[in-house]
């Protein structure tokens, strides 16, 4: 079944322990993007990658780092984990066809990260 | 920075009535637009996708159009059902831009 995967679904951590969110794809999809989600905010691009080692900063970078090493997975980092950084992220991903356009997201069905 | 406004932000409505749920956009440079589903705490889950050369999308009850040269996107879903009770958001690259641009969703109650 094509489908993004994020693990954990749910996560509560202290402040200041380093955490990874992993995400991965089966599609052969080069665009992967990391999104944060909170009430009244609307969904926020944290980082995008449009192929492997290529990574750029979204709306809301800070506090955050991603890598790209292998296409099918794109992993979000919080070196430092903060309280303000609670939230529900979503990972996503598309094909890019020629002159940048896309075929559509796929979604992960999301993590919810509690930092107290 | 583009954005893409989704109107209304909420709707309550009885079963059984048709819905326009209207999303527009503020440049008509488009590769295509995309209408999403949500559930609470959720992902979100891809209903219609309409690429640039298209006008409209149908699935089900479920038929989506896109007016580029007006920068809106339309969801109409017919005879609505409890079950559609979700928040609709729709995403497009806009602008010329390759990173799609979402809009905040319309929170829709359908109730019996």
């Known amino acids: 079944e094509a489908q993004v995967t994020q693990n954990p679904r749910y996560l509560i951590t202290v402040t200041g322990k380093k955490l990874t969110v992993t995400c991965s794809q089966n599609?052969?999809?080069?665009?992967m993007s990391w999104y944060r989600q909170d009430p009244g905010l609307g969904l926020r691009q944290i980082y995008y990658?449009?192929?492997?080692?290529?990574?750029d900063k979204g709306d809301v970078p800070e506090g955050y780092k991603v890598s790209r090493k292998e296409k099918r997975n794109f992993p979000l980092i919080l070196e430092s984990p903060s309280p303000n950084q609670t939230s529900l992220y979503f990972c996503?991903?598309?094909?890019?066809?020629?002159?940048?356009?896309?075929?559509?997201?796929?979604f992960g069905s999301g993590t919810r990260l509690t930092v107290v | 920075k583009q954005e893409v406004t989704q109107i209304p932000a909420a709707l309550s409505v009885p079963e059984g009535e048709n819905l326009v749920l209207n999303c527009s956009f503020t440049?008509?440079?488009?590769?295509?637009l995309q209408w999403f589903r949500q559930d609470p705490g959720k992902g979100l889950t891809s209903l219609l996708l309409?690429?640039?050369?298209?006008r409209e999308q149908t699935s089900g009850r479920l038929n989506a159009s896109l007016d580029k040269s007006s920068g809106r996107s339309t969801l109409y879903i017919a005879a609505s059902q409890p079950g559609d009770s979700a928040t609709y958001l729709c995403?497009?690259?806009?602008?010329?831009?390759?990173?799609?641009?979402f809009g905040r969703g319309t929170s829709l109650i359908v109730h019996p």
């Open positions: 996503a991903s598309s094909l890019v066809a020629p002159k940048g356009a896309n075929y559509g997201y796929t």
């Open positions: 599609m052969n999809h080069e665009y």
């Open positions: 990658s449009m192929n492997v080692e290529v990574t």
């Open positions: 440049d008509s440079a488009i590769y295509n």
């Open positions: 309409i690429q640039s050369s298209q």
């Open positions: 995403a497009g690259p806009v602008g010329g831009s390759y990173i799609p641009t």
